[in-house]
């Protein structure tokens, strides 16, 4: 079955720029996402890519597409202590749109 | 436009007994699925409904079932609770048409504890 991986933890500075890295399996992946889940709360949607995209930004948000290497990254800019939260990967495949198959997630701390 | 509501946002049950979990998709949505978040398992798809349909259902007991009705919202219920069960539950809410986006929306979650 397909797997989603991402590292535990992520520590930066704040104004630093923090990136967040993901592994999937699925070939077949068709879109892949970044949600951003703060305590006590849900999932927030920050951005998607589609398969064929190789980047996308998004204001303060860069995502990287390796689609040979099958790795995906989230670069924040200008980190703020306000984008400490736990962040995760997401990934479809064909036929399953809205089947989301979700990485462990990273928390990212930002120090002051 | 609102956002996707799940009520309640807090349960406490004990086992053996079943709970019915509410979703209020955003307005428009018509695709509802949810997703159980455990320290344990983190974030596992449970089920898809649109248009008042089953169209995908991940690997959980049939203890766990759902249905849509025909203004989107959706229910789950879980069955013969247990203590496994106790798990933030997610609603997300999509377009779910073949042509439409595919972002999902996620609603607070409803919070289970099984004691």
């Known amino acids: 079955g397909e797997d989603v991986e991402q590292s535990l933890f992520l520590s930066v500075r704040e104004g630093d720029s923090s990136v967040i890295n993901c592994t999937y399996t699925?070939?077949?992946?068709?879109?892949l996402y970044w949600y951003k889940q703060e305590p006590g709360a849900g999932l927030q949607l920050l951005t998607y890519?589609?398969?064929?995209?190789d980047m996308k930004q998004d204001q303060r948000l860069t995502v990287l597409l390796n689609k040979k290497d099958k790795h995906l990254s989230l670069r924040i800019a200008d980190t703020q202590t306000g984008d400490s939260a736990i962040y995760f990967c997401?990934?479809?495949?064909?036929?399953?749109?809205?089947?989301?198959?979700f990485g462990s997630g990273t928390q990212l701390t930002v120090l002051p | 436009k609102a956002g996707v509501t799940q009520t309640p946002r807090y349960l406490i049950k004990t086992r053996g007994q079943q709970v019915t979990l509410s979703c209020s998709p955003i307005?428009?949505?018509?695709?509802v699925s949810w997703y159980q978040q455990t320290p344990g398992q983190g974030l596992q798809f449970l089920f898809e409904?649109?248009?008042?349909?089953?169209?995908n259902k991940g690997n959980f007991p049939g203890r766990f079932s759902g249905r849509q009705f025909s203004n989107s919202r959706s229910e789950m219920n879980v069955s013969t609770l247990e203590l496994g069960d106790s798990a933030l539950y997610l609603c997300?809410?999509?377009?779910?048409?073949?042509?439409?986006?595919?972002?999902?929306?996620f609603g607070p979650g409803t919070r289970l504890t099984v004691l």
């Open positions: 409904y649109f248009s008042e349909t089953q169209r």
């Open positions: 997300a809410s999509s377009p779910g048409g073949s042509t439409a986006g595919n972002e999902q929306f």
């Open positions: 307005s428009g949505h018509r695709s």
């Open positions: 699925d070939s077949s992946s068709t879109y």
């Open positions: 890519i589609f398969s064929n995209m």
């Open positions: 997401a990934e479809t495949e064909s036929g399953s749109a809205r089947q989301l198959t």
